[in-house]
């Protein structure tokens, strides 16, 4: 397996000597291709000493082996880490003017692009619309982490640790080749809903919809159609129908509204709304006589999203129906024995459970989940895992189901 590691001009470049170490002692033939502002920050002879290969940046060297089309040509992944803003713009525009943009060019299998970048660049609308165009053309491009940038400076705009590229690289090389899921009509829910108490105001919770983009990417990657309902600001992924809504009962209308052959409710739908949305701003009253006064705000039902899809669909077998169970567990009972409750009312075909609380789950990387078939006793538990290895668990599980229908 040939890969060609790409390596950018950023201070992050350092830790990607990290990521070729790994890919390395995975038996993986690496050539790597740095930019000359890489070789500022880390030098030719380390690559050469790790790769165990000479080292070139422009187009001259052997150039009648013609490496700027070679190399992309014979490569198995192209992962370039780190993704600087220059880069990202070079390469949503097809610009071509050193031996790794050309390999970005001439490259017909997949590519990975991992940021790294201050916040302000990873922010600003050019290098948006660029990660945006890479992805609608089916490259992968990481999110950034948070974290301590250069100097005093933190957010996001890190560059993911070299193990969570290394890993997400594997999940790309092991994507399914039969198209597993061609001409299957996914729908996925994503983020947690907003429900307004003012307009400036309203009830929520922290799922950030990492877990349902990194879902509807790894369908969109085995084949599928897929529409994704989010709350999220997240970018969207490669080859992924994007619908936006905010509360839960526009979520409702817009996944009723859809014939899919899978519905995945990842999302995380508030329980209860305001019976009523001031408005205009809810003022703090200022009544000496009573300075702790505070408005009361009367709740009602949500709807129930999942129950009324298992209801729609009657004794069909489609929609495949995956529902998520987020608890955190109590003297009551566990995760487990929730989740098995909530199989059992809510009639989906497939639970994903998993535990949640301070920094568990919700915005973070890593988690570990349970699913659990409805009529089977058995529970597969898949992590501690980045959020994509759950995503192709989840697909593995999801697949038999459609072709038992």
């Given amino acids: 397996m040939r890969i060609v590691l790409g390596v950018g001009g950023g201070i992050a470049a350092y830790k990607v000597a990290s990521l070729l170490r790994r890919f390395t002692e995975s038996g993986y033939d690496v050539t790597v291709v740095p930019t000359a502002a890489a070789l500022q920050f880390v030098g030719e002879p380390t690559w050469a000493a790790l790769s165990g290969k000479p080292v070139s940046t422009d187009v001259w060297t052997d150039v009648h082996e013609v490496p700027h089309v070679r190399i992309g040509q014979q490569a198995d992944l192209v992962v370039v880490a780190p993704a600087t803003a220059d880069l990202l713009a070079k ?120 877990q349902g983009y990194a879902i509807a990417d790894a369908a969109a990657r085995r084949g599928a159609k897929v529409t994704l309902i989010s709350t999220s600001t997240l970018p969207t992924p490669a080859g992924v129908d994007l619908v936006t809504v905010e509360t839960a009962l526009q979520l409702q209308e817009q996944v009723t509204a859809v014939r899919a052959d899978v519905v995945v409710m990842a999302a995380a739908v508030a329980d209860f709304r305001p019976a009523e949305a001031a408005g205009t701003k809810i003022k703090k009253t200022h009544d000496p006589a009573d300075p702790d006064a505070a408005p009361t705000v009367r709740l009602v039902r949500n709807p129930d999203i999942l129950a009324e899809l298992v209801r729609q669909r009657g004794d069909c077998a489609r929609p495949v129906l995956v529902g998520f169970a987020a608890e955190t567990g109590d003297e009551h009972g566990d995760l487990l024995s929730y989740a098995r409750a909530k199989l059992e009312r ?52 999801v697949i038999p189901l459609l072709h038992t229908s």
């Avoid at 092991?174 to 001409?183: H, I, K, M, N, Q």
Wanted: hydrophobic share 40%; aromatic share 2%; glycine share 10%.
């Fill in 346 to 397: 809510k009639g989906c075909d497939l639970l994903v459970a998993n535990q949640v609380g301070d920094g568990l789950t919700f915005g973070q990387d890593h988690t570990t989940v349970h699913l659990l078939r409805r009529g089977s006793p058995e529970v597969t538990t898949v992590g501690p895992a980045t959020k994509a290895e759950v995503a192709a668990a989840l697909w593995d599980a």
């Fill in 91 to 210: 390469a949503a525009h097809g610009l071509a003017d050193d031996l790794l943009t050309s390999t970005l060019l001439t490259a017909r299998c997949p590519v990975v692009m991992a940021p790294a970048m201050h916040t302000e660049m990873w922010q600003h609308p050019a290098t948006a619309a660029n990660v945006a165009t890479l992805r609608s053309r089916g490259v992968h491009v990481m999110d950034t982490a948070s974290g301590r940038l250069t100097g005093a400076d933190t957010g996001p705009g890190r560059l993911p640790e070299p193990e969570d590229i290394a890993a997400y690289c594997q999940q790309v090389l092991s994507a399914p080749a039969d198209d597993a899921l061609t001409g299957v009509h996914v729908v996925v829910t994503a983020g947690g809903t907003r429900e307004p108490l003012d307009p400036v105001r309203y009830l929520g919770n922290r799922s950030s919809g990492k």
